[in-house]
Structures are given as C-alpha cells and as structure tokens.
Nanobody, 117 residues
Framework: QVQLVESGGGLVQPGGSLRLSCVAS????????MGWYRQAPGKQRELVAR???????NYADSVKGRFTISRDNAKNTMSLQMNSLKPEDTAVYYC???????????WGQGTQVTVSS
C-alpha cells in the first residue's frame, strides 16, 4: 500500500510561483507512474501533469510552458513547479500514483492552491 502526502500549497498572487511536493511511502516508488491532478469547485478532477519512471512527461495544454513536473526515485519524491500562475489554476491539487502493469492506484489527501490578488 502506497501512501502519498502533498505539501506546498497556499495563496499566491497572479503571476507568482509555487512548488508542490509529494512524498511516497509504503511501496516501490520507481514502480509507479506519478502524476498531479487538480479539482476546482464545481468541476471534475483533471490531469495536470504526469511523469513515468523513466522521466517521460506529459502536461495538460492549459499548463504547458508554465508547470514542470519532476521526480526523484532515490528520495521517493515528486514535485510540481508552478510558474506564472493564473486565477484559473485555483484548485485542490492531488498527488497520484499508478502501479505499472496494474490497476492499483493511490491518491494523496490534496493541497489547496489559490491564485488571487
């Protein structure tokens, strides 16, 4: 069983930056595709960015060029650097892990990101 804990959310002004972190425990970190999802009030949860064990990344069109996902398999951590934040980035951000070649998946508890002046 993999446990995921996010940190780094908060309130930031438009144009500002935040860095989210996710620490994983209880499983083999390198055996999972890791990702960040977000859910804004009244909207469905959506994929923000995803990174494979080998470092291949993909991003939602709305965050390309502004957000960067990374992972450190040795430290069991994943990060999301968010720059040029916009009010529409306001949401609860969730860390996600999906075991390779399996349907097993895990979610963190979420961290609130609010972009407002």
């Amino acid at each position: 069983q993999v446990q995921l804990v996010e940190s780094g959310g908060g309130l930031v002004q438009p144009g500002g930056s935040l860095r989210l972190s996710c620490v994983a425990s209880g499983g083999i970190f390198s055996g999972h595709v890791m990702g960040w999802y977000r859910q804004a009030p009244g909207k469905q949860r959506e994929l923000v960015a995803r990174i494979t064990n080998g470092g291949t990344t993909n991003y939602a069109d709305s965050v390309k060029g502004r957000f960067t996902i990374s992972r450190d398999n040795a430290k069991n951590t994943m990060s999301l650097q968010m720059n040029s934040l916009k009010p529409e980035d306001t949401a609860v951000y969730y860390c996600h892990a999906k075991r390779i070649f399996s349907s097993d998946e895990y979610w963190g508890q979420g961290t609130q990101v609010t972009v407002s002046s």
